[in-house]
């Protein structure tokens, strides 16, 4: 599964796509293979300020529980109830019904530095 084109990658296997107001956020194929079975999801709540680089959330799978960092300032303003529910949508669809938080960053220019593209990502996780 290839990343769709408009996804920008952290180094922690964090996506962010910023085509949509609020940037929309989850983690990437890779960190989800590499999870394994996603059993469970704990989010930031609604109204929650995320730090770039910072933890924010928890992802617990048969393997391991693994921390979610924010890939950009802002403040949340939606929560993926359906992967709250159902956190194997994050292994069957990372880039799609398996998106975690949606963010609106402090500037939304500035918060992309740093950040990768899909050639930079795969490059970086050797794909």
């Not at 962010?16 to 704990?42: C, M, N, R, Y």
């Not at 992967?83 to 609106?104: E, F, M, Q, R």
Request: with cysteine; charged share 20%; proline share 6%.
């Amino acid at each position: 599964m290839s990343a769709p084109r408009n996804l920008l990658f952290s180094k922690d296997h964090e996506w962010l796509t910023t085509d949509t107001s609020p940037a929309v956020v989850g983690i990437s194929k890779h960190a989800a293979d590499a999870l394994g079975d996603v059993v469970f999801v704990q989010l930031p709540e609604v109204g929650a300020r995320v730090t770039a680089g910072e933890p924010c959330g928890e992802l617990e799978s048969t393997k391991s529980v693994s921390d979610l960092f924010a890939p950009a300032n802002g403040e949340v303003v939606e929560v993926n109830a359906a992967v709250a529910a159902d956190p194997s949508l994050v292994n069957s669809d990372p880039y799609g019904d398996g998106w975690l938080i949606k963010v609106h960053l402090d500037t939304p220019a500035a918060e992309t530095d740093g950040l990768m593209s899909e050639a930079e990502y795969d490059a970086f996780t050797g794909a």
